[in-house]
């Protein structure tokens, strides 16, 4: 049976010596009061009940699975997954980081991307259905009528119901201008939408008395594409004036799709027969309204991905520590055993430091998204709400897509530690594979991502959210320039920097004479700005260890991290350079095929 650690100190060292969190959020109105040691508290407690009451779900719930009653189109979810649901209501969790006008408790998105970072690693199916929550409330913040707020945001805050969002259908994915859903108007101001969902995560369940679906339609005299494309609230239940639940709404669970993973999560085929919602935000804008919900989804599937990275890290190193197979290559290591611990072996070390690596690296690009975001949305001063907002696009498509590709190479690797065991189901290691794959598909492919990055947020503004990424990294640089200590991690991190700047230039410029070569280049160019990202964190991260170690400190911690950074850098980055070779192949040996592909 796998087990679980909160990586609280490892949160803390991000939050607090790396970010200086409480410092950034103290800017802000909305968080004047923050402090560290109520951060810490409230983290210590999440961490409890991701590891005491979400944690132990997660195999018997993937084993189980969510159950369809075909005649009444109701989902039962795994046993244990509502009776967990409602401890997590009654400890006031879905509020935590939600408006006070609704209920909620203000508390800064960064403690909330912390704390699902590790209900992520404890159990991400079931966490996926508070979580969705989250960006169905951040949507109807943003774009939601009064009458909508006032009706539905408490109820979403408190954790009475739960939210979706409704993009896909049986015949488009990715290319949403292709939905033939309908909304018909109704002269009551509603809307009867018919059509058909597919791959709706948390789409039914028995979790909540109600279920708010955001769901992507066409009015009927909408212009073609994407620019025809509205945004409805429909809700499971009808919602009378008194906030007492109606009748039932036609919005059915027609189906459940057998997904290799996250079984315990119900991926949903909806079926609207008329279903009657509201419209929310202005009518052939939905995409901008979903996008408030697309976007914070891409930044949780990055922290689903986090979460399994760690979660599988720490049960491969377990058993590396404990399993002897063959002796050392460089003399016997364990003179009082048959043979040595496996972690003896270069290359098990090498997989356990890269899912490390990558784990923390993450920690570092996901704790730093979420600190934008509140900068963005609460700092007073409008030009570090712009500046916040234009990094945090830059950076929303490298954490959906770097994390997650990163993810499945971790649990991949943590799996192969385990050896035959890591195929057996109890060892739990064959299952973070599993869902970890997933991750890279959800909310946009990474293809797509990479395609969003390069396309939309370089060579869409001629580069300029990049350089703003590249004035960090050039700041640092200055600073620890002249450190000897520091040379190590700054000198390849300076020199990347360079590389992309001449890396960005050469591939829009060939892009400007056939769009096909950004279309060849945007998966190895996303790695290589993932890559870019890391090292930036792992520098400072590394330059902290540095300055503590310098002062005396004989906290383990501080050494470990160097390690690990000069892992990172010895094994990991030099990746860029094949990445940046290969892109600069160019588009010609992928289009000129058609014999190959014939």
């Not at 006008?101 to 909330?112: A, D, I, S």
């Not at 057998?258 to 279903?275: E, F």
């Not at 991260?541 to 501080?558: E, R, W």
Request: glycine share 10%.
């Amino acid at each position: 049976m796998p087990a679980y650690t909160p990586p609280l100190r490892d949160m803390q060292f991000v939050l607090h010596e790396v970010l200086h969190a409480v410092d950034a959020l103290k800017a802000c109105p909305a968080h004047a009061d923050a402090d560290i040691e109520t951060l810490n508290a409230v983290l210590e407690e999440g961490g409890k009940f991701a590891a005491e009451v979400a944690f132990p779900l997660n195999i018997s719930g993937d084993h189980e699975g969510c159950t369809l009653d075909k005649a009444t189109h109701e989902v039962q979810a795994p046993s244990g997954f509502k009776a967990a649901y409602q401890q997590y209501v009654a400890g006031g969790w879905p509020a935590l980081s939600c408006d006070p006008e609704y209920g909620g408790q203000g508390l800064p998105f960064v403690v909330n991307q912390c704390f699902y970072e590790m209900l992520n690693s404890a159990n991400q199916a079931w966490t996926m259905y508070p979580g969705l929550s989250h960006g169905a409330y951040e949507c109807l913040h943003a774009h939601g009528t009064p009458e909508q707020k006032k009706t539905y945001l408490a109820k979403l805050v408190s954790g009475e119901w739960t939210g979706t969002m409704c993009l896909t259908e049986p015949h488009c994915g990715t290319d949403l201008g292709m939905l033939r859903s309908k909304a018909e108007p109704q002269a009551d101001g509603s809307y009867k939408i018919t059509g058909q969902k597919i791959f709706i995560s948390a789409g039914e369940h028995d979790l909540t008395e109600n279920i708010l679906h955001l769901v992507l339609a066409r009015l009927p005299d909408a212009p073609a594409g994407s620019k025809g494309i509205s945004l409805f609230l429909v809700p499971k239940y009808h919602v009378q004036a008194d906030g007492s639940l109606g009748a039932r709404n036609p919005i059915f669970c027609s189906g459940l799709e057998h997904k290799m993973g996250i079984h315990g999560n119900a991926t949903a085929q909806l079926m609207l027969d008329g279903a009657i919602g509201t419209l929310v935000g202005q009518p052939n804008k939905g995409l901008q309204a979903m996008f408030v919900m697309m976007n914070a989804a891409r930044l949780g599937v990055g922290n689903q991905s986090l979460g399994l990275t760690e979660v599988a890290y720490q049960n491969a190193l377990a058993y590396a520590k404990d399993r002897i197979q063959m002796r050392s290559l460089s003399g016997v290591k364990a003179k009082d055993k048959p043979a040595d611990p496996i972690i003896v072996h270069p290359d098990v070390r090498k997989m356990l430091l890269t899912a490390k690596a990558y784990a923390e690296g993450g920690r570092a690009l996901m704790t730093y998204s979420a600190l934008l975001l509140d900068q963005e949305i609460n700092h007073p001063d409008e030009k570090v709400r712009k500046d916040s907002a234009e990094l945090l696009a830059l950076l929303t498509p490298i954490a959906k897509a770097f994390v997650s590709d990163n993810a499945w190479t971790a649990t991949t690797m943590c799996q192969q530690v385990f050896g035959g065991h890591g195929y057996i189901k109890e060892w739990g290691m064959e299952q973070y594979v599993r869902d970890a794959r997933i991750n890279m598909i959800y909310e946009g492919t990474n293809t797509v991502q990479s395609l969003d990055l390069l396309g939309r947020k370089v060579l869409g503004n001629n580069g300029a959210s990049l350089k703003k990424f590249g004035k960090l990294v050039a700041a640092l640089v200055e600073q620890e320039g002249v450190n000897e200590k520091m040379a190590e991690f700054i000198n390849p991190l300076a020199y990347l920097g360079e590389q992309m700047n001449k890396f960005t230039t050469e591939i829009g410029f060939k892009g400007m004479q056939n769009p096909d070569e950004v279309g060849a280049a945007a998966v190895d160019y996303l790695r290589v700005a993932g890559h870019l990202v890391y090292a930036y964190f792992f520098a400072r991260m590394a330059s902290v260890a540095l300055k503590q170690i310098a002062t005396g400190s004989q906290d383990p911690f501080y050494t470990a991290k160097l390690q690990t950074a000069r892992f990172y850098f010895a094994k990991l980055l030099p990746e860029t350079a094949m990445l940046m070779r290969t892109a600069r192949a160019g588009s010609a040996s992928l289009m000129d095929t058609e014999a190959a592909l014939a």
